[in-house]
């Protein structure tokens, strides 16, 4: 309890330290462990002892007469808090013991009469490794606090570089949106497309699109960043002479508040209507196919594109979703430090400031964060199993993180007291 209570260890800083560290990719962090070293850890293993017997303290008190009803309400939110960690810390224990025995038995079975059963013996160990190792995660889980925003929708940006790679930073700029559309089909979520504005050659120079569903900002939010690009072109000198072209994109991920009370006076916006850009013949020529609303007081404005069809009521209530977007950023000071954290995801699009690298010629993608590489590049723009995948490395790693500066924090406790 005196844990919990203490200055010196705050989950959400942890939490932040983790993100800070993914986003900016400190050289001076040291190797991450894994699941399971983390968990041999003695100081976690003693951590985890103490909420284990915490549980069982109180479970006791709440059997008893002898508390009030304001207390029975504070312990049953504590043992509520508590409980899906003993459970999977027993579970843990359970399993490792089956584990155990196993291994035991493994070790007497060498006869040629028994390598039948040996086999079989070899084949539960290893599901029973997989178990633990899902379990060791599903703790890690319960240690690390949710974020405030884990659930929110978000709004998703992609922008072609503007001073390398030229057509290539477009093409892959297209091919990114499409792989994050894909994904969003993947796990079920509903994928709105709220800006496109597409490349002269067939790429893309900006897209935005508003994404919502099951812990959509949890998933997404470590892809914010510069994505480079390393390709042979499919047509032109270059793709002759077989040479590596290097581009990049950015993304930014901004979760969105569940509630919005924002008050816009309609003699404060400016509506216009304009030529859409890009491919779109003389439709685009012709028509008035996009909007512009422009908020008087701020300077802000937010624009709707629609390339196919002229201006519509649609196209209006969105540009004012957005406009109260920024609007927002006035009346919250939380989200306007998110709003800040998302333009430092932008940066300046330097190849120096790549959280991945995704290499066509060698069948591979690289986050730098974590030196993770991942091979069969077209399974990973497809958007979903291959990407998932990586996704869940991120958010495993930056688990892993949190608890390791919940060490040094416990460390430093064991050292000074409260």
Known sequence: VGLHNCALW?????????????????????????????????????????????????SHLLNTDSINELEQRTLRRRRADLSPIAAAFQEIKEAEKEVQELEAMCRELDS???????????????????????????????????????????????????????????????????????????????????????????GLHHAAAHISGDDVYRHLKYEGGTHRVQ??????????????????????????PEEVDVKVDPKDLRIDTFRAKGAGGQHVNKTDSAVRIVHLPTGNSCSRQHVKKRICTSGIMVSMLLLCQFCLQREFNEYTNLVFAA??????????????????TQ????????????????????????????????????????????????????????
């Open 10 to 58: 705050r989950q959400k800083s942890l939490l932040d330290m983790a993100r800070f560290m993914l986003s900016f990719n400190s050289r001076h962090r040291k190797k991450h462990q894994d699941s399971q070293t983390l968990w041999k850890h003695e100081a976690v293993q003693k951590y985890l002892e103490t909420l284990s017997k915490e549980y069982q303290q109180v």
């Open 112 to 202: 040629r009469d028994e390598k039948q059963l040996l086999e079989l013996a070899l084949e539960e160990k290893e599901t029973l490794d997989k178990k633990v190792n899902m379990l060791y995660r599903k703790l890690f889980q319960l240690l690390v606090p949710k974020e405030k925003y884990d659930r929110s929708p978000v709004v998703l940006e992609v922008t072609a570089g503007r001073t390398t790679g030229g057509d290539i930073c477009q093409q892959f700029t297209k091919e990114m949106f499409e792989m994050y559309q894909n994904y969003a089909d993947y796990k079920r979520w509903t994928f709105d497309v709220v800006n496109y504005t597409p490349a002269e050659i067939g």
């Open 231 to 256: 390709r042979i072109p499919e047509v032109g000198l270059s793709s002759r002479m077989q040479r590596i072209h290097t581009g990049t994109m950015s993304v930014i991920v901004l979760p969105q």
């Open 343 to 360: 333009l430092l995801q932008l940066g300046t699009r330097a190849q120096s400031e790549r959280i991945r690298t995704y290499n066509f």
């Open 363 to 418: 069948d591979r993608v690289t986050d730098h964060r974590i030196s993770y590489d991942a091979r069969n590049i077209k399974e990973i723009l497809n958007g979903k199993e291959g990407l998932d995948k990586l996704i869940n490395r991120l958010l495993e790693f930056a688990e892993i993180e949190a608890v390791t500066e919940y060490l040094e924090n416990l460390k430093a406790l064991e050292g000074g007291g409260c």
